[in-house]
């Protein structure tokens, strides 16, 4: 995978985690969690992007392993977390932005962690800043890509089609599911397909999501990486978990996260954006960098959403590296 092979002398090579578990967060959940790199390094938590993205190998690659104790967990539903978001009985109303902000609480008292740094790209800077704005306490730096805060004008450019403007072929095969008469609201109409309890209404309707948001990750085309996120477990979990979270603005007031700032101004952070991200463009890191003028403000000019693009993964490891010394 591209991820894998392209980014060798960008980020440290791949490692293996010494520790992994299952952590019981209620609710009926359980939230897989990893540990690998050095046990008694600083401690980082590696937040997924999404919601429902799950972590991969590759991401442990952006903290040095001889310096960082890196923690990786796989939120509600997704990833290797259970119950996985495309079984039948699969329920999301223990699947909040707030359960997840618990859940990483949760985590690091049981790890027996002070203080840790927080990293998280797209969904996963949502999360982080919702984190960190409820727990400053507990946060060392944050390191943040593809700024997303789900305020109403940045899902409606992704999902009720400004993006279009951009890629009307692509946008075709998103809309393709969606009856006629339902395309004026797309997020609701979606809502609709993804919980019909028929796979033959939810699975397509998944992939469709799916493929239309892995298509425009990167600022040229991954085939790759859209095969892998398109397969039909994986799509429908992550189609559910992305809706269910949108439906509900991420259960954020708007402007939320930004107007908050005021409790992490005092924490070290680093803002990575591409130029040319589509799916969470640069305006919503503009306006957490005008907020919040502490943090280092980076921008890659020939780079779109994905951390997997060269000129991301390198800033998000020089900041990792800062953090580290």
């Known amino acids: 995978m591209k991820t894998q092979t392209d980014l060798d002398g960008i980020l440290y090579a791949e490692i293996s985690p010494h520790r992994e578990d299952e952590l019981d967060v209620g609710d009926g959940q359980r939230v897989y969690w990893e540990e690998s790199g050095n046990p008694d390094g600083k401690p980082v938590i590696f937040l997924h992007g999404g919601p429902g993205a799950g972590t991969s190998p590759w991401h442990r690659r952006f903290f040095d392993p001889e310096r960082y104790r890196i923690v990786l967990m796989d939120q509600r539903g997704c990833g290797r977390s259970t119950p996985h978001m495309s079984a039948p009985e699969a329920d999301?109303?223990?699947?909040?932005?707030?359960?997840?902000?618990?859940?990483?609480?949760?985590?690091?008292?049981?790890?027996?962690?002070?203080?840790?740094?927080?990293?998280?790209?797209?969904?996963?800077?949502?999360?982080?800043?919702?984190y960190a704005e409820t727990h400053p306490e507990a946060v060392s730096e944050l390191v943040l890509r593809g700024v997303f805060t789900l305020r109403r004008h940045e899902l409606e450019w992704f999902y009720e089609g400004g993006a279009a403007a951009v890629f009307p072929d692509l946008w075709e095969g998103f809309l393709a599911p969606v009856p006629v008469a339902?395309?004026?609201?797309?997020?609701?109409?979606?809502?609709?397909?993804?919980?019909?309890?028929?796979?033959?209404?939810?699975?397509?309707?998944?992939?469709?999501?799916?493929?239309?948001?892995?298509?425009?990750?990167?600022?040229?085309?991954?085939?790759?990486?859209?095969?892998?996120?398109?397969?039909?477990?994986?799509?429908?979990?992550?189609?559910?978990?992305?809706?269910?979270?949108?439906?509900?603005r991420g259960w954020f007031e708007e402007d939320q996260l930004i107007r908050g700032v005021d409790a992490i101004r005092h924490i070290p952070t680093v803002i990575v954006q591409g130029r040319y991200d589509m799916c969470t463009p640069m305006m919503s890191a503009w306006d957490l960098h005008r907020a919040f003028p502490e943090a280092e403000f980076v921008v890659v000019d020939d780079a779109g959403h994905s951390a997997s693009e060269p000129g991301i993964a390198a800033a998000l490891r020089a900041a990792t590296d800062r953090f580290a010394a």
Not at 193 to 200: E, Q, R
């Open 92 to 130: 999301l109303q223990h699947n909040t932005t707030w359960h997840l902000v618990a859940d990483i609480e949760r985590l690091r008292r049981e790890l027996g962690i002070d203080t840790w740094q927080v990293f998280g790209g797209s969904w996963g800077s949502a999360l982080a800043l919702a």
């Open 182 to 248: 339902e395309r004026s609201h797309l997020i609701d109409a979606y809502h609709r397909l993804l919980f019909d309890p028929d796979p033959a209404v939810h699975v397509p309707a998944a992939v469709a999501w799916t493929t239309w948001e892995a298509s425009t990750l990167t600022l040229r085309p991954d085939p790759t990486l859209v095969e892998s996120m398109a397969e039909d477990a994986r799509a429908t979990a992550f189609a559910r978990i992305e809706n269910h979270f949108f439906v509900n």
